[in-house]
C-alpha cells in the first residue's frame, strides 16, 4: 500500500497537466487541420473524452490512494503513540534518575557525617588510651624509683654500718685492752642486732 502513494502522486501530476496537453494538442491540431484539412471529431468528443479520463484517474485515485492515505495516517497516528509513549517512559525514567540522585546525595552526606563521628569517637579513643598508658607508664617509673630509692638506702646504711664497724674497730684496737675490747664487741653486736630486728 506504501508503495502506491507515488502512483497516486504519477496520477494527480497526470491530472494536473492532462487539459494544458490536451488544449496544447487541441491547438497543434487545428493548425494542423487547417493545413491538412482533415476532418476532426467535435470538441465535445474530446471533452467527453477527456472526462472519461479524469473520472478514471479520479477513481484510481480514491479507489487506489484513500486507503493507501488512510494506512499512511494511522501508521502515523501509531508512530506519534509510539513517540508519546517514549517519551512519556523517558520522562518517567528521567525522574527516577533524579530521585535516585537525591537519595544518592543524601547517602553521602548521611555516610560523611558517619565518617566524621567515627572518626572524632576513634580520636577519643586514642586519646583515653594514651592517657592510660602515660599514667601506666608514669606509675610504674615511680614504683622503679622507689624500690631504687629504698635499695639504695639499704645500700647506704650496710656501708655505713660497715665503716662505723671498721672505725669502731680501729679506735677500740688503739684505746682499749682485751677485757674492754670484748665488752664493747658486745655492745656493738647487740646493737647491730637491735638495728637488724627494727629494719625487718
Known amino acids: 500500500m506504501k508503495r ?3 502512483v497516486t502522486g504519477l496520477f494527480l501530476t497526470l491530472a494536473c497537466f492532462a487539459p494544458a496537453a490536451i488544449f496544447a494538442q487541441e491547438a497543434g491540431t487545428k493548425k494542423e487541420a487547417v493545413e491538412k484539412e482533415e476532418p476532426q471529431p467535435p470538441m465535445e468528443y474530446k471533452w467527453v473524452n477527456f472526462a472519461i479520463l479524469a473520472l478514471a484517474l479520479g477513481y484510481g485515485i480514491v ?5 493507501a492515505l488512510t494506512e499512511r495516517g494511522h501508521d502515523i497516528e501509531k508512530a506519534l503513540k509510539a513517540a508519546e509513549q517514549i517519551k512519556a517512559d523517558a520522562a518517567a ?8 540522585m537525591a537519595g544518592l546525595r543524601a547517602e553521602i552526606e ?33 614504683s622503679e624509683v622507689a624500690t631504687m ?4 638506702q639499704q645500700a647506704l646504711s650496710a656501708r655505713a654500718s660497715e665503716l ?17 675490747d670484748a665488752g664493747l664487741i658486745n655492745g656493738f653486736v ?9 629494719r625487718n
Open 63 to 67: 479507489a487506489k490512494g484513500m486507503p
Open 190 to 198: 647487740a646493737d647491730l642486732k637491735q638495728m637488724q630486728e627494727a
Open 93 to 100: 525514567e528521567e525522574a527516577a534518575i533524579d530521585r535516585k
Open 164 to 180: 662505723a664497724l671498721n672505725l669502731a674497730r680501729q679506735k677500740a684496737a688503739a684505746q682499749m685492752n682485751a677485757s674492754t
Open 4 to 6: 502506491l502513494l507515488p
Open 110 to 142: 548521611a555516610l560523611r557525617a558517619a565518617a566524621k563521628r567515627e572518626m572524632e569517637a576513634e580520636g577519643q579513643r586514642l586519646k583515653a588510651e594514651t592517657a592510660a598508658l602515660v599514667a601506666k607508664l608514669q606509675a610504674n617509673a615511680e
Open 149 to 152: 630509692t629504698k635499695q639504695a
